[in-house]
């Protein structure tokens, strides 16, 4: 009897789907710009993962721009509803956003 496997895509992994899920509170506005995250330890209970998965989705949402994660305090929204496309470079981006250079 052959053994199946299976392998998660990219993207689809413990990390990315807690990533999507908080992504998901700041774009719907149940965290907004400012606000402090769930500490690791309350998110490590809430996702029941590690801590070294809730770090990585961490660092997705820090890199999608979303989050700051300041050491020792915690992380936060940085995202403020207004998403900036740095596709044109980011003086242009700012400037099609309205921002005074």
Do not use: C, Y
């Not at 809430?46 to 721009?65: D, Q």
């Amino acid at each position: 009897m052959a053994r199946r496997t299976t392998q998660s895509s990219p993207g689809t992994g413990k990390p990315e789907r807690i990533a999507t899920v908080l992504e998901h509170e700041i774009r719907s506005g149940v965290l907004g710009f400012g606000d402090r995250l769930q500490s690791e330890n309350e998110l490590v209970q809430r996702f029941s993962v590690s801590r070294n998965t809730i770090r990585k989705g961490l660092e997705e949402l820090s890199s999608r721009g979303l989050i700051t994660t300041k050491v020792g305090i915690g992380s936060f929204v940085t995202f403020d509803g207004m998403p900036v496309d740095d596709a044109v470079g980011w003086s242009q981006a700012l400037a099609n956003a309205g921002a005074n250079a």
